[in-house]
């Protein structure tokens, strides 16, 4: 009697759902306050939308509590395009967060 | 129709003749010019920052271009944004919309004037007479004015 080995196939790291490396970008006085424009960063795999990637940032002590104190006051764009709060993440790169613009 | 964003001041003339050229089918040319003021709130402004998203800026400026074809009858257009440090009386933005006539060529220079205003990653800070430094708030009449056209279906 021989035990049939188990073959479990697995994926690369980088096709796991819901957790990948991104790469955050702040804007305006929000950049001001965490005091960097740029991180690169592996989302937790809960975060699925815009919505929860707001509210998790405040979890981030110092300076993200803070500057994401009102996410409702805080816009983000996935990828170069605009995002509302209840858009899904999917698999956006870059991750923009930068409050209402006012330009012109 | 095009869009550029750069430090570089802009001539109204020389770009309304590049973009317009010899296309004689256009009956009118809509210019808005947007300008730094000496004066915010009450206060005395010795300068105005302009920081913007580079890469988003542009494919932004291009959609709201391409939204403005969709809606109106144009025959060219043009956006031009400056960034970096600008004084009191410098130029900001320019708006050009060109059509076979004036109700197209007017709208278009209002529609992307106010999605320009809504949707373009620009920011501003001023810098005041008294030292200090602020970052310009959205307004929400700028909001309404941009969703008034969003009430308005493309033809």
Same mark, same amino acid.
């Given at each position: 009697m021989t035990a049939t080995p188990q073959f479990r196939p697995t994926k690369p790291e980088s096709d796991s759902p819901g957790s990948r490396e991104v790469v955050l970008r702040y804007f305006a006085w929000l950049r001001e306050k965490i005091g960097t424009g740029e991180e690169r960063m592996t989302l937790p &795999? !809960?975060? !699925? !939308?815009v919505s929860d990637l707001l509210h998790w940032q405040v979890t981030r002590g110092h300076p993200f509590d803070a500057a994401f104190a009102? &996410?409702?006051?805080i816009r983000v764009a996935l990828d170069h395009a605009h995002a509302k709060p209840t858009a899904t993440i999917a698999n956006a790169r870059e991750i923009a967060f930068f409050p209402p613009v006012t330009g012109g | 129709m095009s869009v550029r964003v750069g430090t570089a001041d802009f001539d109204v003339s020389a770009e309304m003749a590049r973009i317009a *050229?010899? #296309?004689? #089918?256009? *009956?009118g040319v809509a210019v808005f010019v947007g300008k730094v003021r000496g004066r915010a709130d009450g206060q005395d402004l010795v300068s105005m920052t302009l920081e913007h998203y580079p890469g988003m800026t542009e494919t932004e400026l291009e959609r709201i271009e391409t939204e403005a074809q969709h809606r109106f009858n144009l025959s060219a257009s043009l956006i031009v944004h400056r960034i970096g440090t600008l004084k009191p009386g410098d130029n900001i933005v320019l708006v050009i919309a060109c059509a076979p006539h004036r109700h197209d060529a007017f709208a278009a220079a209002g529609f992307l004037m106010d999605y320009l205003k809504t949707r373009a990653p620009f920011w501003k800070q001023e810098t005041l007479a008294n030292g200090k430094s602020r970052w310009v708030a959205a307004k929400e009449s700028d909001d309404t004015a941009a969703a008034a056209w969003r009430s308005k279906p493309a033809d």
């Open positions: &795999p !809960t975060i !699925t !939308t009102k &996410p409702d006051a | *050229g010899n #296309d004689t #089918d256009i *009956g």
